[in-house]
């Protein structure tokens, strides 16, 4: 009784802290208990003369070293043996000490079991809350909690409930997950997510929880500064290719993890050559694009490289001078697209590269000129397409605009063949009438395109 006793204390104290969180569920289950334990005190109180008194038989019964003297006495006293109330006594004591001996065994196997009977037995005495956590310590599976949810039988209101208490299951599954170093993939699997991929598994109510479980598994990855090459397979990116890569629900934890990294390294003032150890071309490249942008001459960006004094076989032999020999072909590249995103003009990136001052003879097939070219193509592939797409198109031509400048551009855009409407646009003649458009002075510019283009000139009054 004395095992039993202490099995009910151990449920007791589950309760209280188990429950406490729900008082209602505590109290009966608190009532109940301490009912159980009072009656079971009072009873062992009641017969505790009586086991006092049969110890001493026990003991005796027991020890080893009392056996000859307990045979001696017995032979000596043979009113003792023929006493038929003695002998009732003795075989009462060894009973007794059988009964003992079988409880103390079976008492060890009903402990090893007690701990997982224990939820099974209470849970009907605790709330759902209750429940919840109970399935949780005692790492019940996903389906198990759904079966006990009855989720596939369940509608309306009552589906709404159940689900807000599923949700909070997993959710109390998410720092065991992260603690057990479960992968991606393996939480697909333990939400049943596993085979979905692109809308369907976005869309799935569980995803969430991958979600909340990715958020802080990249926070794990940055802080043991998991490298680049092992997130992506994690990830399950390293199969993945250009747009198939990107369009993976997986890409925007790369590219957040990735983030924090760049964050961290350029922190810490990691030298360029261990970043591009680390992420090979993309951060480099973004490095040239910053570089392009800030007008960086190439010698600075040479010593930034790593770089600085190499010259000739030297310099081309270094690892990082392909990185140089990009930044020089493509700086205006990287500068053009910043431009234009800053509304700069055609006349504008004319002044800035001083076209004007290159003699006509050699203004063709110079740098300087392929740079600007570059520029005007951009824009018109810019406007064109905005046009083309149904979106408002920005006024980026120049009232400043030189007839210098306007003429190269003409030759351009005759030589590209673009359209009718964007030329007429291009030089201010979209929306004049008859009259405006034959004393526009922009209008042998025009002509001249339309020429080129086999279409017939219009009359000027010029």
Do not use: C
């Amino acid at each position: 009784m004395q095992g039993y006793h202490f099995l009910l204390v151990l449920v007791a104290t589950f309760l209280i802290t188990s429950g406490g969180q729900e008082t209602t569920a505590t109290d009966q289950a608190r009532t109940f208990t301490n009912s159980i334990v009072a009656a079971t005190s009072t009873k062992r109180f009641l017969r505790a003369d009586k086991l006092a008194a049969e110890s001493y038989a026990f003991d005796d019964i027991d020890s080893g070293d009392n056996g000859g003297d307990v045979m001696k006495d017995t032979k000596a006293d043979s009113s003792n043996v023929n006493n038929p109330q003695e002998r009732a006594g003795e075989v009462a004591a060894l009973q007794k000490l059988n009964s003992l001996k079988t409880l103390r065994k079976t008492f060890s196997r009903t402990m090893s079991r007690a701990s997982n009977s224990f939820s099974d037995k209470v849970s009907p005495l605790l709330s759902m809350k209750g429940k919840v956590q109970v399935w949780s310590n005692n790492g019940k599976s996903i389906d198990f909690v759904k079966k006990q949810l009855k989720l596939d039988l369940l509608t309306g209101d009552e589906l709404t409930q159940a689900l807000k208490h599923y949700d909070n299951f997993v959710t109390l599954q998410l720092p065991v997950w992260t603690r057990n170093k479960l992968t991606p993939d393996e939480v697909l699997a333990q939400l049943g997510l596993q085979g979905l991929s692109g809308t369907a598994l976005i869309s799935n109510r569980d995803f969430k929880h991958y979600d909340n479980f990715m958020k802080t598994q990249i926070l794990v990855w940055g802080k043991e500064d998991l490298p680049v090459d092992d997130a992506v397979v994690l990830l399950g990116l390293n199969t993945l290719t250009g747009n198939a890569r990107k369009d993976a629900a997986n890409y925007k934890y790369y590219e957040e993890f990735l983030g924090n990294q760049l964050v961290k390294w350029l922190e810490n003032g990691d030298e360029v050559d261990d970043v591009l150890a680390r992420l090979k071309l993309n951060f480099i490249k973004a490095k040239l694009r910053v570089w392009a942008m800030k007008d960086v001459d190439p010698t600075t960006v040479q010593n930034k490289l790593g770089m600085g004094g190499l010259q000739g076989e030297a310099l081309e032999r270094h690892p990082n001078y392909k990185f140089l020999d990009r930044y020089i072909r493509k700086r205006f590249t990287y500068q053009e697209d910043g431009m234009l995103k800053q509304g700069l003009t055609t006349f504008d990136i004319w002044k800035m590269l001083e076209v004007h001052r290159i003699k006509n003879t050699v203004r063709k097939s110079s740098t300087t000129f392929a740079a600007y070219k570059r520029y005007v193509n951009k824009m018109d592939d810019y406007i064109i397409w905005l046009k083309k797409n149904n979106y408002e198109i920005p006024d980026l031509r120049s009232k400043d605009a030189t007839p210098e400048e306007l003429w190269e551009k003409t030759l351009i855009w005759t030589s590209a063949k673009r359209p009718d409407w964007y030329v007429k646009y291009s030089l201010g003649l979209d929306g004049l009438g008859e009259n405006l458009l034959k004393e526009a002075p922009t209008l042998g510019l025009y002509n001249y395109y339309r020429e080129g283009m086999k279409l017939p000139p219009i009359a000027s009054t010029r």
